[in-house]
């Protein structure tokens, strides 16, 4: 089959197709079906917006086969409301109960993860997960580590944190401030000479912050964990990923030991306009 085809028994020349094509790879034609532009198959990004769009399916993608895609479901749609109390009812969780988060529920979160947005749908996040409680507690000691040496010897391009050295002793008391005893973190990772690669793996956790909170698990982002995996070799040894990646983005996840009741108070968002 060509790369586009377009079935003009179904095609209605709605022009949907043409409208929402991010690359603008069709032509429209008022008394016929759209038809492509030269070099289709090298320009398109395969983002699936033509064939999703199309009311009749009277077009047919090479790379994309209509069969293999969902459909909407209109009655799982949320309402303004819904979603209001949702996003407003999020929290960060640094308490776990002591209980592993399965293999198979954290591979069903990273498959609905995966379908956010990523630049001209390159799809190029990638994830380590780890749920092995000694290897968690080697990355907080090497964070430790790394804390230790930014206090006592200083790190270029780091301020210290004037809580430092509490951290420090908080964690050599027995208490986990770096990875809070998470049963797993997961981390996200791309090519380290792809501009846009952080903000997709940012993108990407994001959406599966909010994800873990619709399934009982909560999350919270590990910040301290991210700055000694971008400043500190040992720990980018430990992480051992491919090479020329990066690791972009991490969250600690697990079971929330405790329920809130109550949506805490924030700022006013700062808004210009124009």
Known sequence: MDFIEIDKDKCNQDGLCVAVCPSRLFEYHKETPPTTVKDIESMCIRCGHCVAVCPTG??????????????VEEEFRLSSEQCEAFFKGRRSIRAYKDKPVSQEKITRLLDIAR????????????????T???EIKRYAGLVIDFFRVVLNEGVP????????GKLISDYDA????ILRDAPAIIITYGDKENRLAQNDCVIALANLELITSATGLGCCWAGFFMTAAANYDPLKEALALPERHQAFGALMIGYPRFRYQRIPIRREAKIVWR
């Open 157 to 164: 391009g780091i301020n210290p944190n004037p809580h430092l």
């Open 58 to 71: 009277a077009l047919r993608h090479r790379s994309l086969d209509i069969h293999r895609f969902e459909t």
């Open 174 to 177: 027995g208490t986990d401030v």
């Open 115 to 130: 379908y956010a947005p990523t630049a001209r749908n390159s799809q190029g996040v990638r994830w380590l997960v780890v």
């Open 132 to 134: 092995d409680r000694a």
